[in-house]
Structures are given as C-alpha cells and as structure tokens.
C-alpha cells in the first residue's frame, strides 16, 4: 500500500498542489496534508484511491518507499464512477491545450454514461484554449453536441465500428459501452497512440462535413 513519503514523492514529481489532488479525490485538502504526514488513520479504500490517482498520471510505486515514472501500461476504469474518472483525465491531460482525436462516436453513449455531469463536462472542454477537437461519427447521424469546442466528420456505415477510440495526450483508450456497464481501457504508450493518431488522420482526410 502506499506511504506517506510515496505520496508526497509523487506530489512532487507531478508539480501539483494538495488542493489540487484533494478536489480531485473529494476530500478537504487539510485531510490530505494530515494523511500526508502520517497524522491520520486512513483506510484502505482511501489509499487505494490516491495510489490509482498518481498511478493513472503515470507514476509507479516501488519497494522502500520507491516513485519513479512509469513507460507504459494499461489502465482500466469501469462502470459509471470510473466513466467519470476517465473523462476527468481526459480534461486533465488537454486542460492547457493539446488534440483530442475520437474515432466511432455515438454522442447518446457518452451523455448516458456522463449523466447529471455531462454538461459540467462539457462546459470544462469548451473552456480550453488552444484545444485541437476532433470525431469521427456515422454519416447520417446529427447528435454533434460538442459542436462548440469540436470539430465532426462521417463515416460511412460499412466504416463505423462499435468501439470507440479516444486519443489524447499520449494516451489511446478503447471504450465499450454495454446496456448496464461501460469499461474503458487505457493504453499508456506514446509509439502506440501515434499509431491511431496516424490511421485516425487518414480517416479524417476521406471524411464528409456534416
């Protein structure tokens, strides 16, 4: 499980504030600093959540008391609060500028899985400057509800799959939305994600403006 001294190693290496990580867990940023500096009892779900915190910023924990970067990896978020996560580290990977690339959307999938959050997210992303958003959707369909801080292109039908591809940063997640669950999966690798970032761009080229 992860110390106090991993906490605050990490903290550091990703140059954010408590407040910061504290708002992201849902926990007052004193109660942070107090498990920090080993003055409070925490339970084992909580340190869980503030390991895959720093974990899914792409730090690794190792033996005595050991932070280093991680390369590479997948992770993996489940079911509507893990929906949620993903879309936050999504924000949080662009918050200053970057390119977003979505491949096989159907808006109706995200807004389900987003719920009562959907337009607070959406109001997050048209926020950001400097922001390069693109998807790919089926031709035909008009559900562009991004539409003021994203750009949309179709597909045809015999083209569209099931599974959606979400590139950002230097992360490629492959998201499959069932009736009752979602999972996303999260690969961490830069050669990887330029891969689909290369294949999404030729799709994008043979697409039709809707």
């Not at 407040?19 to 009892?41: C, F, M, P, R, W």
């Not at 959907?118 to 991004?146: C, K, P, Q, T």
């Not at 003021?148 to 045809?156: F, N, V």
Request: charged share 25%.
């Amino acid at each position: 499980m992860i110390t106090p001294t991993q906490m605050r190693a990490a903290r550091a290496m990703l140059d954010v504030s408590q407040g910061h990580v504290a708002q992201y867990l849902g926990i007052a940023a004193n109660t942070l600093s107090k498990i920090e500096s080993g003055q409070s009892d925490v339970s084992g779900t909580r340190l869980t959540d503030i390991q895959r915190f720093y974990e899914r910023e792409g730090v690794e924990f190792t033996d005595n008391d050991g932070v280093r970067w991680k390369t590479s990896g997948v992770d993996t978020y489940s079911g509507k609060l893990g929906f949620l996560e993903f879309i936050m580290d999504v924000y949080e990977a662009v918050k200053n500028g970057g390119e977003i690339c979505v491949n096989n959307v159907n808006e109706a999938d995200f807004l389900k899985w987003e719920g009562d959050e959907a337009d607070a997210h959406m109001a997050r992303m048209a926020s950001i400057e400097n922001l390069n958003f693109r998807i790919l959707v089926e031709e035909g369909d008009l559900n562009v509800v991004g539409e003021g801080y994203a750009q949309y292109k179709g597909i045809p039908k015999e083209k569209f799959g099931g599974v959606p591809l979400y590139l950002y940063g230097d992360k490629a997640a492959l998201i499959v939305f069932e009736p009752e669950d979602v999972q996303v999966f999260v690969i961490r690798h830069s050669a990887i994600t330029q891969y689909f970032r290369d294949r999404f761009n030729v799709a994008w080229k043979q697409a039709k403006e809707i």
